[in-house]
């Protein structure tokens, strides 16, 4: 047997194993807990098979040794830039916080007001002609954009619906898995779609095809994170994850992570309004104290704590501007909290209007 046949021998044997002891390690924690464990890295096992499959071809087929070798490098190296990109564990590492920190960052988050704003981009495909490897002439289109624009739109109203965050267990690192959820109060959805129709009537003219998208965002929300209860195992590191992914390990290391650490969950709720003059009607929400056993509560609701409203005056602002507006980080709202029990979804009931709510005056838009 030849050397490259060893280590063929070699490399099947570790691809293997990794494999094969990691998958089953998640198994194992799933069947405890289907809700708190998390699903298997799909992508990083795909990636695995791939890797491992042109490596281990390499070394017993002496013949076409080289474009296999090299197919199996290409991918490993597309797999550390998506590793590094997309993959959730490296992003929580570089989010992980104190139950403290934690706390304060939740209390942040809920005095954000979302960023909401108009992307229109003018564009027309070209035919380009080149030849391929071969000599022949061949043609492929491309999307030439010839115009781009960016409109902000001031978001005048807020109520932050967001509930407290409660954690299970006494497992020292959890994963949070936070995600936004914007609602539109009154006609704000009318007037959004006629500030994306004016846009795209502006702007039509500068080429073939016209696009207007609409986005909006909660500044500094982390999407992927790690709340840090304790002392955690030191294995549990971030310089680890990146020894498994250039040693081609990282599927038993993930899925060791993600069968020792448990999930939960957030949304961050808010209901918005960009209606300058019209006083709106909110229905009062109502909340019913719940107490869940064996839970600890990160962040509270604050909602108490929150002071009615002012009268909305006659805004002269533009309804929207080419300058990223800067909004205060407190608003004066009065709502209160209903919960509902069996759904876990935010009820309201119609008890009486109240004034229309707004930013203080002054803010710099």
């Given at each position: 047997?030849?050397?490259?046949?060893?280590?063929?021998?070699?490399?099947?044997?570790?691809?293997?194993?990794?494999?094969?002891?990691?998958?089953?390690?998640?198994?194992?924690?799933?069947?405890?807990?289907?809700?708190?464990?998390?699903?298997?890295?799909?992508?990083?096992?795909?990636?695995?098979?791939?890797?491992?499959?042109?490596?281990?071809?390499?070394?017993?087929?002496?013949?076409?040794?080289?474009?296999?070798?090299?197919?199996?490098?290409?991918?490993?190296?597309?797999?550390?830039?998506?590793?590094?990109?997309?993959?959730?564990?490296?992003?929580?590492?570089?989010?992980?916080?104190?139950?403290?920190?934690?706390?304060?960052?939740?209390?942040?988050?809920?005095?954000?007001?979302?960023?909401?704003?108009?992307?229109?981009?003018?564009?027309?495909?070209?035919?380009?002609?080149?030849?391929?490897?071969?000599?022949?002439?061949?043609?492929?289109?491309?999307?030439?954009?010839?115009?781009?624009q960016h409109r902000y739109v001031?978001?005048?109203?807020?109520?932050?619906?967001?509930?407290?965050?409660?954690?299970?267990?006494?497992?020292?690192?959890i994963y949070l898995k936070l995600?936004?959820?914007?609602?539109?109060?009154?006609?704000?959805?009318?007037?959004?779609?006629?500030?994306?129709?004016?846009?795209?009537?502006?702007?039509?003219?500068?080429?073939?095809y016209c696009t207007v998208d609409?986005?909006?965002?909660?500044?500094?929300?982390?999407?992927?994170?790690?709340?840090?209860?304790?002392?955690?195992?030191?294995?549990?590191?971030?310089?680890?994850?990146?020894?498994?992914?250039?040693?081609?390990?990282?599927?038993?290391?993930?899925?060791?992570?993600?069968?020792?650490?448990?999930?939960?969950?957030?949304?961050?709720?808010?209901?918005?309004?960009?209606?300058?003059?019209?006083?709106?009607?909110?229905?009062?929400?109502?909340?019913?104290?719940?107490?869940?056993?064996?839970?600890?509560?990160?962040?509270?609701?604050?909602?108490?704590?929150?002071?009615?409203?002012?009268?909305?005056?006659?805004?002269?602002?533009?309804?929207?501007?080419?300058?990223?507006?800067?909004?205060?980080?407190?608003?004066?709202?009065?709502?209160?909290?209903?919960?509902?029990?069996?759904?876990?979804?935010?009820?309201?009931?119609?008890?009486?209007?109240?004034?229309?709510?707004?930013?203080?005056?002054?803010?710099?838009?």
């Amino acid at each position: 047997m030849s050397a490259g046949n060893v280590f063929g021998v070699v490399l099947t044997i570790y691809f293997t194993l990794t494999l094969i002891i990691g998958i089953y390690l998640q198994s194992v924690s799933k069947r405890t807990s289907r809700e708190l464990f998390s699903e298997f890295p799909t992508s990083q096992i795909v990636f695995h098979v791939l890797i491992s499959l042109f490596l281990i071809l390499s070394c017993f087929l002496n013949s076409v040794y080289v474009p296999l070798l090299s197919t199996g490098l290409c991918l490993w190296f597309v797999k550390i830039i998506c590793n590094i990109c997309c993959l959730r564990e490296h992003q929580a590492f570089n989010n992980m916080r104190s139950i403290q920190n934690t706390e304060a960052f939740l209390n942040g988050i809920r005095q954000k007001v979302p960023v909401a704003s108009f992307y229109c981009e003018c564009f027309h495909y070209d035919t380009v002609y080149y030849r391929d490897v071969n000599g022949y002439s061949q043609t492929r289109t491309e999307k030439r954009i010839t115009y781009r624009q960016h409109r902000y739109v001031q978001i005048l109203g807020m109520i932050d619906h967001t509930p407290a965050l409660y954690v299970t267990g006494q497992a020292p690192l959890i994963y949070l898995k936070l995600k936004e959820q914007i609602l539109w109060l009154g006609d704000s959805d009318l007037m959004l779609t006629e500030i994306s129709n004016q846009i795209y009537f502006e702007n039509r003219y500068f080429d073939t095809y016209c696009t207007v998208d609409f986005s909006v965002e909660i500044p500094g929300l982390t999407s992927q994170n790690f709340l840090k209860r304790g002392h955690y195992p030191s294995w549990m590191n971030q310089k680890l994850l990146w020894i498994s992914n250039i040693l081609q390990f990282d599927v038993l290391y993930i899925c060791m992570l993600r069968s020792r650490i448990p999930k939960t969950k957030l949304l961050v709720i808010k209901s918005c309004s960009i209606d300058p003059n019209y006083q709106l009607d909110q229905p009062q929400v109502h909340l019913d104290k719940i107490t869940i056993p064996n839970l600890d509560v990160i962040c509270p609701s604050n909602i108490d704590q929150i002071s009615p409203p002012n009268i909305l005056d006659e805004n002269k602002q533009p309804y929207y501007t080419d300058i990223k507006p800067q909004y205060f980080d407190t608003f004066d709202i009065n709502i209160e909290y209903q919960y509902d029990k069996q759904n876990e979804t935010l009820n309201t009931k119609v008890d009486q209007p109240i004034d229309y709510y707004t930013i203080q005056p002054g803010a710099v838009i």
